[in-house]
């Protein structure tokens, strides 16, 4: 601060008064063009890492072997995290409620284009079907999210562990999905692919 004075002081010592504001000018948008820039690259590069999350699921091929409503599950959420876990999210918690949520057992299979390609099912939701998103990380208020997760190996479905699979997989999973939630489309971070139709009748799910 003190070197940023002195300077000042210079240069109206140095230039004549007009010389010196017209420097002081250029400092400033010097300045605030150089903020301006940093904060584009920032923003350039952490939007370009958020979507390359996605990249092993674009435009992945999607079977979906049926679809079943389930009642509430009684086991805890794989999101419902503790209220004192670093990780939790209230709003998480919320979209899997059961007074405003339906459950749906799904078995689908998912075949990334690339068989070598690693991705973690458990980052897989589901949105609206026609949910464009107007900027590059916007998220869809309309979501389906993972309650409970299974793939399938040797011949039947096991409980999945933590980490990533590589190239296609079965999958059977509870979908906590909102009422009204029908026509929807698979996500993977932000990259969206494939579709599901849910039944109409959510009220099944809590019978």
Request: hydrophobic residues 45%; proline residues 7%; charged residues 20%.
């Amino acid at each position: 601060m003190l070197r940023l004075i002195l300077l000042v002081v210079d240069l109206f010592r140095w230039l004549p008064w007009w010389g010196a504001v017209g420097a002081l000018t250029l400092l400033a948008v010097g300045l605030w063009g150089l903020g301006h820039y940093i904060f584009y690259r920032l923003h350039r590069d952490l939007t370009a890492a958020v979507l390359a999350q996605g990249t092993p699921l674009t435009d992945a091929l999607v079977s979906v072997h049926s679809i079943e409503p389930v009642n509430a599950p009684a086991e805890p959420s794989r999101i419902a995290l503790d209220e004192d876990d670093e990780e939790y999210d209230p709003e998480l918690d919320e979209i899997d409620d059961p007074a405003s949520t339906g459950y749906f057992q799904v078995d689908v299979s998912v075949a990334p284009h690339d068989p070598q390609a690693e991705w973690d099912p458990t980052a897989i939701w589901v949105v609206q079907r026609d949910f464009e998103p107007e900027e590059d990380l916007d998220l869809c208020e309309e979501m389906g999210v993972i309650h409970a997760l299974e793939v399938w190996r040797n011949g039947e479905f096991v409980p999945h562990q933590e980490g990533n699979v590589t190239g296609p997989q079965r999958l059977r999973m509870v979908l906590a999905v909102p009422h009204g939630l029908t026509n929807a489309k698979f996500a993977y971070h932000l990259t969206y692919f494939g579709s599901v139709t849910f039944p109409a009748a959510v009220a099944m799910a809590h019978s």
